[in-house]
């Protein structure tokens, strides 16, 4: 039944778009079959109070059914979904779920929403797709894809019409092809190729061995004991990504290709992670677990927490928040070092800068994203309060120490990935890295499993378990790391390689003899404690009783002790050897003759006084019986009470030497016990130094950050200070730079034509320095303009006689500060000069105009009267300040609103440009009723607004009179 589910899966394309997507997703489905067997499910920015009009436009470029996504629509094969206008789109089961989003516009992350539950609800099936669009959106998306195993596609940032979110997207690392939208159908079937059913034993499994040992071999990490499925289809996209089929030809490549090998190890290295995953997980730990660790602590209580796999730091930053706030809660102040590790060199970059999306706002809430975080322009950046409790560090989990004291310890979505085997060698693992009741903190899909003698469980849903100390426990730990040192040394089979030697027969003689022929014998210090045995004592050492001991005094059996003990003594003190003493021992109920032999050996790699001790039988032969059997006895019963009395003599001696090395053991015992002791304060101290290398490694690592950003600002005020340097050389205007009390700071080139100024001049008074101008005036404005912080302006003479616009303002800095006053010097010569010409002109122009006899006005093109001549002042009888700058229809209570006039100066003059002789007869009301003769002419400017109008009056009555006369 199993197998039918997986046989109608079929992959699922979820494609994030925004600006500019509609070009893309156009050209997306013109190039895509329509047979492919994929469903498609397009997520776009739409306006929440507009229909979109996606579906009608898609329908038009495809012959796949284009559909509008529904509430618990089943998804089908070869059909396009689109999700409605202001609605939140995920897929469970393969319906899809619409809901009414919760967050405001503007802050919604609809793309990373939909393809994070695609990557859950499709797992490898899932393939995600990111086109043009501005900001992060789907970058967090594609992330959790590739965790499940699935598949993405990023349109190349330079064909995209905005590239915010491919560049997010590639940038971040998550892109599995980066590519022209027109190639993305051919690299979603040749994907799907790869995501179609496996037999149980796929192709990359016959070569697997031999690139999971290239990959160990280059750089240093194992991943034997990592799921199958798992390697297997991430070796499967990099063979895909390099179109290689089979993977021996994919070994050989990865050994002809170093770069490869690291491409791949970071393939497999799996960071999918987000704040506070498993929103509820992290409410009981906040709620219920984190109140009973921090119960009953003290004050700077050393608070210690290893977050193991934290990927880019977001579980290592949630845990370090929530910490904050029990404090804040509880008012209890501890001292919180939160270690987290991870394998990936670059996924604890990003979590050191501790910056982060935009799209974090999904998973944190608004009050948490004010209280500990920095809004950036780009995204988040933690606050320093939450980055100090955290210390970052590559670390290998599986082969390297662990921290220990820990009385936190989260791992979640780490043993997931992992062998059976393997988990149960890191859940002991754990334990041991636990204090007493500490809290091991998993992921809802991994567990404990048969350790249940470890840990007991805190919540069984979320899976949460309190370690527990027993000698049991203490005992699976040893089992534990016993079994896993004795694998260290493991090779691949790959790597033994078969040796054919010739035999060697001395060293194979050597052996016999010594086997056949060598005495029991040990080795031993300078004090008989056993180092090495040699055959079978049993028949002259035995285990003393009492407290366990390997010294050869204690163990040796009656009738031996003394001997022994004064030939080991001859031995280590004055290097003689003891050789063939017999001595009387007894065994099994009697007593034989042993030989006892000491001898001294010599050093060997630096080891000194090793002594070598043996045993050997010795045969008696039977006694001739004596005639005289009473001159045998009775020297018989003597040798007997002479023994009896040494052997009362031997056990005395033999019970002070017991009870004597008995209290020296016991000295020494309790040296061992403050060794013991000493030592593991000497392992405190060791862990606590290297906390303190790790920190000073990330300061170092913080602090080479921000050298490197100075050395840029460095740089780029370089550059500014050259820009403005060459800016105050072009502009030609001499600018003096003073303090509040009135010292040069800086000066132009332009400067030294007013001021005598040389480099050395900076720092001194401006006093000082001999000027063009008047120094005194310039002072006295520069003090004054300091005082009231307003500009001054002014033109002075110079006493070469050239001109100067000086302005002299405050100068401010970029807070708003006045530290001072700027000079401008701007050489105004040539405009006095224009300005003087001009004036004569004038009073030329005026001067003539005055001598001609006729009336005259000077109009603008606004028919603006601009002068009159004396004439006409004295025939109309006006004067100046009614007639310069009226209109000439407004003279004289408006006595030239002439339509005749009008007709001239509105219609004929603009066709003309030149009219004479036009007769115009009015009643004026000042000298009564005249018929008079105008002469009009107008001299073009530059422009239209700068011409001019020359306009004559004549009275044509005078002329007639004349004509009369005549």
């Not at 180092?531 to 390997?550: C, E, I, N, W």
């Not at 500060?817 to 000079?823: A, D, K, Q």
Request: charged share 25%; proline share 4%.
């Amino acid at each position: 039944m199993e197998s039918k589910n997986t046989e109608d899966r079929f992959p699922i394309v979820g494609i994030g778009a925004s600006a500019g997507g509609l070009e893309a997703l156009e050209q997306f489905f013109r190039h895509a079959p329509i047979d492919s067997g994929m469903a498609f499910v397009l997520v776009q920015h739409l306006d929440p109070n507009h229909a979109s009009l996606l579906t009608e436009i898609l329908q038009r470029t495809t012959s796949m059914p284009v559909v509008e996504a529904q509430d618990q629509l089943q998804v089908a094969r070869n059909c396009v979904y689109v999700i409605p206008p202001n609605r939140d789109m995920a897929i469970f089961h393969g319906k899809l779920q619409l809901s009414v989003p919760n967050e405001p516009r503007g802050q919604r992350m609809p793309i990373d929403a939909f393809l994070r539950s695609l990557a859950e609800d499709q797992e490898e099936k899932a393939v995600g797709i990111i086109l043009s669009g501005t900001g992060t959106d789907g970058t967090l998306g594609l992330r959790a894809i590739l965790g499940a195993g699935g598949l993405s596609l990023v349109q190349e940032p330079a064909t995209a019409k905005y590239d915010g979110m491919p560049t997010s997207a590639i940038h971040a690392g998550y892109a599995s092809h980066v590519l022209p939208v027109d190639k993305m159908p051919d690299a979603l079937r040749k994907g799907a190729g790869k995501m179609a059913v496996r037999p149980e034993m796929p192709k990359v499994v016959k070569g697997i061995n031999r690139i999971l040992m290239q990959l160990r071999t280059i750089t240093g990490h194992d991943f034997a004991l990592y799921k199958k499925s798992t390697i297997g289809r991430r070796i499967e996209r990099r063979m895909s990504q390099n179109n290689i089929d089979d993977a021996d030809i994919y070994a050989l490549y990865l050994k002809e290709n170093p770069a490869e090998v690291h491409l791949l190890f970071k393939e497999l290295l799996i960071n999918v992670t987000n704040f506070f995953r498993d929103t509820e997980a992290f409410s009981v730990l906040e709620n219920e677990i984190l109140p009973q660790l921090c119960a009953d602590k003290p004050d700077n209580y050393l608070f210690r927490v290893w977050v193991a796999g934290c990927a880019t730091g977001e579980e290592a930053f949630s845990i370090a928040i929530l910490l904050r706030e029990r404090m804040e809660q509880s008012r209890q102040e501890l001292k919180v070092q939160i270690y987290s590790t991870d394998l990936d060199d670059d996924a604890i970059a990003i979590a050191r800068a501790g910056f982060y999306p935009p799209n974090i706002a999904q998973d944190v809430t608004p009050e948490r994203l004010r209280r500990f975080f920095i809004k950036e322009e780009a995204g988040y950046r933690v606050k320093k309060e939450i980055r100090e409790m955290i210390v970052f560090a590559t670390q290998n989990v599986i082969k390297d120490p662990p921290f220990t004291k820990l009385d936190l310890l989260s791992c979640r979505n780490l043993m997931i990935y992992l062998e059976a085997e393997m988990q149960n060698r890191l859940i002991p693992v754990f334990h041991y890295a636990l204090k007493p009741d500490g809290v091991l903190f998993l992921s809802p899909s991994e567990s404990i499993g048969n350790h249940t003698e470890l840990f007991s469980s805190l919540n069984r849903k979320w899976k949460l378990y309190r370690a527990t100390h027993s000698i049991k426990s203490s005992r699976a730990l040893m089992a534990h790391v016993v079994s896993w040192a004795s694998e260290s040394g493991d090779t691949a089979p790959e790597e033994t390689m078969k040796k054919t030697t010739e035999p060697n027969f001395a060293e194979l003689t050597r052996r016999l003899l010594v086997q056949c022929f060598a005495p029991a014998s040990v080795v031993t210090d300078h004090k008989g404690n056993i180092l090495y045995v040699h055959g079978d004592t049993g028949k002259y050492l035995r285990p003393a009783p009492g407290q366990a001991s390997l010294n050869v005094v204690d163990m040796a059996r009656e009738g031996m002790e003394l001997e022994l003990r004064a030939a080991i003594r001859a031995a280590a003190n004055e290097g003689a050897s003891v050789l063939g003493h017999e001595l009387q021992v007894k065994t099994n109920g009697g007593f034989s003759t042993v030989s006892l032999s000491v001898r001294p050996l010599p050093d060997l790699d630096g080891i000194h006084n090793l002594l070598l001790v043996s045993f050997q039988d010795v045969a008696i032969a039977e006694d001739v019986k004596p005639k005289n059997k009473h001159i045998a006895k009775t020297a018989e019963l003597g040798r007997i009470e002479e023994l009896e009395r040494n052997l009362a003599y031997l056990k005395e001696s033999h019970q002070l030497q017991n009870e004597e090395q008995q209290a020296t053991n016991e000295e020494l015992k309790s040296a061992n016990e403050e060794m013991q002791s000493t030592n593991e304060e000497l392992q405190s101290t060791n862990e606590e130094l290297e906390t303190s290398k790790e920190e000073l490694q990330s300061v170092n690592e913080e602090l080479i950050t921000v050298n490197s950003e100075l050395q840029t600002k460095i740089e780029q005020l370089a550059g500014m200070q050259n820009d403005m340097k060459n800016l105050l050389d072009n502009t030609n205007i001499g600018t003096v730079f003073l303090d509040d009390h009135m010292i040069i700071r800086r000066f132009t080139r332009e400067a030294i034509r007013i001021f005598r100024l040389v480099p050395s001049d900076v720092g001194r008074l401006l006093s000082d320095i001999k000027s063009d101008l008047d120094s005194e005036l310039l002072l006295d404005k520069a003090q004054a303009v300091l005082d009231s912080l307003v500009p001054v302006e002014l033109e002075m003479c110079a006493d070469s006689g050239a001109w100067y616009l000086v302005r002299i303002q405050p100068y401010r800095t970029l807070d708003n500060v006045i530290e001072g006053v700027v000079l401008t010097f701007t050489d105004i010569s040539k405009r006095i000069e224009a300005e003087i010409r001009v004036q004569l002109a004038g009073e030329l122009a005026e001067n003539i105009v005055n001598t001609i006899r006729e009336p005259l006005l000077v109009l603008d093109s606004e028919l603006q009267v601009v002068s009159a001549n004396r004439a006409f002042y004295q025939y109309f009888q006006v004067i100046a300040a009614d007639t310069i700058g009226r209109k000439i229809y407004e003279l004289g209570n408006s006595q030239w609103n002439i339509p005749a006039l009008r007709e001239l100066l509105e219609i004929i003059l603009p066709r003309d440009q030149r009219v004479e002789g036009y007769v115009v007869e009015h009643d004026f009301p000042d000298i009564g009723h005249h018929k008079i003769k105008l002469n009009a002419r107008r001299l073009a400017g530059k422009s239209i607004k700068s011409s001019l109008i020359l306009l004559t009056t004549e009275d044509i009555g005078d002329e007639l009179t004349k004509e009369n006369k005549v």
